[in-house]
Each structure stands twice: as structure tokens, then as C-alpha cells.
């Protein structure tokens, strides 16, 4: 099975076969000010499965070994890939063709929370990145 997403202007799109390995909501002040949102939410994939497709995304590097990629034209954040998730890619849910298929499974760097986001949704809350979280759940972002 094929999943698809794409950008704001729809010239940036993306594509991948099988599951996505984990999604989430990440509270983290980096993650927020990339979107400009209160939360965002995020799920992963094997790079070995994904690959861009439409316009080739614009990436930076937005400290060492991390790397945001966006649409060129309308600037819509894209993915995430980081030297410390290797061989995984993290695409917004948002971005989803049919964004209403995503389902979270967690929170990540729930100690940044903003005090006035309600969220009570009954999923697990970590504290800090997925490289404190349990075992099954260090591929996230």
C-alpha cells in the first residue's frame, strides 16, 4: 500500500509503501516554532520506504545532524531526518493526503507542553526525546 502527502502549493510531495513504524505528538520548542503550532504531530517511516516525489524538498540543517526539509516554493515544513534516527524518515501528519488516518500512539517531550494545550487523550507521555523512551519506541523523532 502506497501513503502520499504533499505540501500547501501540492508542488512538494512525498510517498511511501507499507506502515508507518510509530506516530506522535512532540511538544518540544524546536519542533513548535518550525510549525508555528502549539504541538505537532509526527510519524515515521523507513527510509528505505519513502522516497520525495514532485519537487525536490529545500533542507537545512537546523543544528549538527539535524535536517528539516521543506516545500522550495511555499515553505511548508516537509520531514526531519537526524544522524541520531538514522535510517528513519519523520513526516508531519499534516501532511498527509488523508491526514484523518493518522493515529498517535504517544507524546514526546511532554515537560514542554504549553500550560494552556489541553490534550487528554489517555496516551503515554514521555518526558524527554525518544531516547529515553521504551525500547520499541526509540525509531521516533
Given amino acids: 500500500m502506497t501513503i502520499r502527502g504533499y505540501c500547501l502549493c501540492k508542488k512538494t510531495t512525498w510517498a511511501y509503501e507499507g506502515d508507518a513504524t510509530w506516530g506522535c505528538y512532540c511538544h518540544c520548542d524546536d519542533c513548535r516554532r518550525n510549525c508555528a503550532a502549539p504541538v505537532v504531530a509526527w510519524l515515521g ?11 525536490a524538498p529545500k533542507t537545512l540543517e537546523s543544528s549538527k545532524g539535524v535536517f528539516r526539509h521543506f516545500c522550495a516554493h511555499c ?13 528513519g524518515m519523520h ?4 501532511s498527509l493526503e488523508d491526514p484523518t488516518k493518522f493515529e498517535p500512539t504517544f507524546h ?14 489517555g496516551l503515554p507521555k514521555y518526558d524527554s526525546t525518544l531516547l529515553h523512551a ?3 519506541l526509540r525509531s521516533g523523532p
Fill in 91 to 94: 513526516l508531519y501528519a499534516a
Fill in 45 to 55: 517511516v523507513p527510509l528505505k520506504n519513502f522516497r520525495w516525489t514532485g519537487a
Fill in 134 to 136: 521504551p525500547e520499541d
Fill in 108 to 121: 514526546v517531550n511532554y515537560q514542554s507542553k504549553l500550560p494552556w494545550l489541553a490534550m487528554e487523550d
Fill in 75 to 87: 515553505g511548508s515544513p516537509m520531514g526531519f531526518e537526524a544522524d541520531h534516527y538514522k535510517g
